[in-house]
């Protein structure tokens, strides 16, 4: 079975600077998606950007960008010029391309930005 | 992005009684939707994946008498928790999709479940 795996329980960032989220995945698919979710306080998830396996170009959205290594298995989350809105729970996701259902979850890494 | 609704946001209930949720998208179909657990500062869970019209995929471990699911229509599925027990208070959160593993998955604000 897929695994996800996040090794930061907890990160910290000064207002202003630019912090690397790390997210590892086991799998023996070739195809499939990989996202991060955000969590805020009010616990709803945001979807804060994804990725397709096939795409060798890394997904950009605005201020957040991912650096994915598919021979690595590794899909990690920067965030530029960090806001204190960006504080929060990341959760790194893993999506089969060929199994709707299985979508896995890493435990998650809580960012707290320091103004 | 799409919009994924769930009522209600906060229920408190004896232990014994059945509690329902509902879980709306409100301005796309979905195709499929999932349930899941989150126990304080823990991941996300999956708990069972449901397709319109069709029996739900439970997970390993979930009890499907437990934890009934029904995907009646394109745009609600709902959860009952039937005889709640304290252990079952969590928070419960339902996500959809409109297609296939390529489409984004969107989730609703969750709903916390206290079982006294």
């Known amino acids: 079975a897929q695994t996800v795996t996040q090794s930061q329980p907890e990160m910290s960032v000064q207002e202003a600077e630019t912090v690397t989220l790390s997210c590892t995945y086991d799998?023996?698919?070739?195809?499939?998606?990989l996202f991060w979710y955000k969590q805020p306080p009010s616990r709803q998830m945001i979807l804060v950007i994804r990725?397709?396996?096939?795409?060798?170009q890394n997904a950009t959205e605005n201020r957040f960008s991912v650096n994915f290594q598919k021979a690595a298995k590794s899909f990690s989350l920067k965030i530029s010029d960090s806001q204190l809105g960006d504080a929060a729970m990341y959760f790194c996701?893993?999506?089969?391309?060929?199994?709707?259902?299985?979508?896995?979850f890493g435990a998650g890494t809580r960012l707290t930005v320091k103004p | 992005g799409a919009v994924v609704s769930q009522h209600p946001s906060r229920v408190i209930c004896k232990s014994g009684t059945s509690v329902k949720i509902e879980c709306r998208s409100l301005?796309?179909?979905?195709?499929?939707m999932f349930w899941y657990r989150q126990f304080p500062k823990k991941s996300l869970m999956l708990m069972a994946t449901?397709?319109?019209?069709?029996?739900?995929?439970?997970e390993q471990g979930v009890e499907k008498d437990k934890f009934l699911i029904n995907h009646a229509s394109l745009t609600l599925s709902t959860l009952t928790v039937t005889s709640a027990h304290p252990e079952d208070s969590s928070f419960y959160i339902c996500?959809?999709?409109?297609?296939?593993?390529?489409?984004?998955?969107?989730f609703g604000p969750g709903t916390r479940l206290l079982v006294l």
């Open positions: 996500s959809a999709i409109a297609g296939g593993p390529e489409e984004t998955q969107y």
């Open positions: 799998t023996s698919e070739s195809d499939y998606y």
């Open positions: 990725q397709e396996a096939y795409k060798q």
């Open positions: 996701a893993y999506r089969s391309s060929y199994n709707n259902n299985d979508m896995r």
């Open positions: 301005d796309f179909q979905a195709t499929t």
């Open positions: 449901s397709n319109e019209g069709s029996k739900a995929t439970y």
